[in-house]
């Protein structure tokens, strides 16, 4: 009987160690175009419909601004910030633990919701904060994309097409928010009372509820 158990734990530890391997010999055998879509492809969907997260963080920045310029301006730092961490992360210059790094990002979209609520316009501090969190988002992106798992040939290509993706995903947020909120009512004088303070509102709570989730459970 003993036997027979250490002979199935042996079986199912070779079969995983050459999945593993069947995994990585799959992503060694793609041809540069092919990793740059597929790579392409999953940065968007971490964003968009998987990143709710990250959405709603772009959502924060989205309701204080009525001008999208301002909104274009806040996600491009917020760009450069992720990418950067993400970048040193996935070359192991740097390493942070998701189970520190997921509830800051959840700290992060309360604290931008919270300012909505008290602030009618966006102060100079803004954009320094929206860098500092987009460094944290970075490190949360390299998680999702180590956890993927990268061709060894194409490292670079994987990690460009990825964050591209990821950027695209964002600047689809933007664009339907704002043909669909932002261009249609942004001018009422009911704008903030009706949609930034509850949408805002909303926002805070989820995020909440997300921070004290990742840090207890």
Wanted: glycine share 6%; proline share 3%.
């Amino acid at each position: 009987m003993k036997k027979k158990i250490i002979t199935s734990f042996l079986l199912l530890f070779i079969f995983c160690v050459a999945r593993a391997h069947t995994i990585e010999y799959e992503l060694d055998l793609m041809e540069d175009g092919q990793v740059f879509s597929k790579y392409l492809a999953l940065g968007f969907t971490h964003i968009l419909p998987l990143g709710l997260d990250h959405v709603l963080f772009i959502l924060c920045v989205f309701f204080l601004n009525t001008d999208i310029k301002k909104v274009l301006i806040q996600a491009t730092m917020f760009t450069l910030a992720h990418s950067i961490t993400l970048g040193l992360a996935i070359y192991e210059y740097i390493q942070a633990p998701p189970d520190i790094i997921e509830p800051i990002i959840a700290l992060s979209i309360v604290f931008l919701a919270f300012e909505n609520l008290l602030s009618q316009k966006v102060k100079p501090w803004r954009m320094l904060m929206v860098f500092l969190f987009g460094l944290v988002h970075g490190l949360g992106f390299a998680g999702a994309l180590g956890d993927l798992g990268m061709p060894r040939y194409a490292f670079f290509n994987a990690l460009i097409s990825f964050n591209v993706g990821v950027e695209l995903g964002q600047l689809t947020v933007i664009a339907f928010m704002y043909f669909v909120v932002s261009k249609l009512f942004s001018e009422r004088a009911w704008y903030r009372t009706r949609i930034v303070m509850p949408s805002s509102l909303l926002i805070a709570l989820i995020a909440a509820y997300w921070t004290v989730e990742r840090i207890f459970f």
